[in-house]
């Protein structure tokens, strides 16, 4: 049991942090996106599950969205814009990448 246990903790050891206590899109949107793109959010936000909102940003493609939201990004109306990170400075870009995906998938 033991040996088990020292195995065990060098193998978290080596293991990147990200890796080890990463969040999946589900926890990333639940905790950080969800303030302005659930309900009642920020109006001028893409709302999870509203098609409509999401079809013209997924047709730019998965890139463009990430970009969006790891460098922030100003609409042509420049209302409230979107952070960098949007509000998980924490996030990995797996992470951020996983919350992405979980919001298009709600849209289709």
Request: charged share 20%; proline share 8%.
């Amino acid at each position: 049991m033991k040996k088990i246990v020292v195995v065990a903790a060098a193998m978290l050891m080596a293991a990147p942090v990200s890796s080890v206590f990463a969040r999946d899109g589900k926890q990333v949107f639940d905790t950080f996106c969800h303030v302005c793109h659930g309900t009642p959010g920020i109006p001028q936000s893409p709302h999870l599950g509203d098609k409509a909102a999401w079809a013209p940003r997924i047709a730019q493609g998965m890139d463009t969205l990430f970009q969006h939201v790891k460098d922030g990004y100003k609409s042509p109306t420049g209302i409230i814009p979107m952070p960098p990170k949007g509000t998980c400075a924490d996030c990995t870009d797996d992470e951020l990448k996983a919350a992405i995906q979980y919001m298009v998938d709600k849209a289709k």
